[in-house]
């Protein structure tokens, strides 16, 4: 999940984004915005694990083997494995690889069919495995402040689901928002998702490199926005119009797991 990958999936500055974006609107609506699909190098694919009650340590020592057996076999995806820490599900993995293209997926899937990749992990993983879920996530790049760093320890993750018929007063606000980001150079890092399947919801990813990161920013996303646009009411109205858009959130904090995932 370096998060720029999940994996998806789902930060860091948790009252950053994730808190002033979800707290001006909660309560509020959305609508599922379609992610293009043409995206080069934007596409990650992820799997949600949850193993069986009490086999929870055979599952990871499972998943680490299978992890290395994947690199030995030649495989051309690096997963990155999180586990929560803060939320309503604690008993789940994520399973993430990302940064690629669409057509890398089918590269991955003829590798995954040549090395009979499903039966090893069916052998490996699966006895120890209740159930799993798949998606695939798409990067809004042109609304994410990504800064890379081999420091982040943990990830937020904030979840919207969206009221239907809001896609442009939400990407209107959001524009506002990375204007502002954008233009102070804001020293906050988050990414912006959408995901493909299930619910098809937004997340937005804040990576931590210590708890100590969740502490509200110095200067707040609030402060920046009502520079950027001349006033606190113009900004607290931007954040209303997003808030707007919103029907539900879920928050969940992972913590990255280097020692499950595929091996340097």
Same mark, same amino acid.
């Given at each position: 999940?370096?998060?720029?990958?999940?994996?998806?999936?789902?930060?860091?500055?948790?009252?950053?984004?994730?808190?002033?974006?979800?707290?001006?609107?909660?309560?509020?609506?959305?609508?599922?915005?379609?992610?293009?699909?043409?995206?080069?190098?934007?596409?990650?694919?992820?799997?949600?694990?949850?193993?069986?009650?009490?086999?929870?340590?055979?599952?990871?020592?499972?998943?680490?083997?299978?992890?290395?057996?994947?690199?030995?076999?030649?495989?051309?995806?690096t997963?990155?494995?999180?586990?929560?820490?803060?939320?309503?599900?604690?008993?789940?993995?994520?399973?993430?690889s990302?940064?690629?293209?669409?057509?890398?997926?089918?590269?991955?899937?003829?590798?995954?069919?040549?090395?009979?990749?499903d039966?090893?992990?069916?052998?490996?993983?699966?006895?120890?495995?209740?159930?799993? #879920?798949?998606?695939?996530?798409? %990067?809004?790049?042109?609304?994410?402040?990504w !800064? +890379? *760093?081999?420091? $982040?320890?943990? &990830?937020?993750?904030?979840?919207?689901?969206?009221?239907?018929?809001?896609?442009?007063?939400?990407?209107?606000?959001?524009?506002?928002?990375?204007?502002?980001?954008?233009?102070?150079?804001?020293?906050?890092?988050?990414?912006?998702?959408?995901?493909?399947?299930?619910?098809?919801?937004?997340?937005?990813?804040?990576?931590?490199?210590s708890?100590?990161?969740?502490?509200?920013?110095?200067?707040?996303l609030?402060?920046?926005?009502?520079?950027?646009?001349?006033? #606190?009411?113009?900004?607290?109205? %931007?954040?209303?119009?997003?808030?707007?858009? !919103? +029907? *539900?959130?879920? $928050?969940?904090? &992972?913590?990255?797991?280097?020692?499950?995932?595929?091996?340097?």
């Amino acid at each position: 999940m370096k998060s720029r990958n999940l994996h998806p999936a789902l930060g860091t500055a948790l009252a950053a984004l994730l808190v002033l974006f979800a707290s001006a609107a909660l309560a509020q609506d959305d609508t599922k915005a379609t992610p293009s699909m043409d995206a080069s190098g934007t596409v990650a694919t992820l799997w949600v694990m949850w193993p069986k009650s009490g086999q929870e340590q055979q599952f990871e020592a499972a998943i680490k083997e299978h992890a290395a057996w994947r690199k030995t076999a030649g495989e051309g995806f690096t997963w990155q494995i999180y586990q929560p820490v803060v939320g309503s599900d604690l008993n789940h993995y994520v399973v993430r690889s990302g940064e690629h293209t669409w057509k890398d997926m089918d590269t991955q899937a003829a590798w995954s069919m040549q090395a009979k990749a499903d039966a090893a992990f069916n052998g490996s993983v699966g006895p120890y495995l209740d159930r799993a #879920e798949h998606y695939f996530s798409e %990067t809004d790049t042109k609304h994410s402040h990504w !800064i +890379e *760093s081999p420091d $982040y320890k943990y &990830y937020g993750v904030s979840s919207y689901s969206m009221k239907p018929g809001t896609y442009a007063d939400r990407m209107d606000a959001m524009s506002k928002i990375q204007k502002a980001v954008d233009d102070e150079k804001w020293p906050y890092a988050y990414e912006i998702s959408h995901s493909i399947g299930g619910k098809g919801t937004m997340d937005i990813v804040t990576p931590m490199k210590s708890y100590a990161e969740m502490a509200e920013p110095d200067p707040s996303l609030m402060s920046i926005l009502a520079k950027s646009l001349g006033s #606190e009411a113009a900004a607290a109205a %931007t954040m209303k119009q997003f808030g707007g858009t !919103i +029907e *539900s959130t879920e $928050y969940t904090v &992972y913590a990255h797991r280097p020692d499950l995932s595929t091996p340097k």
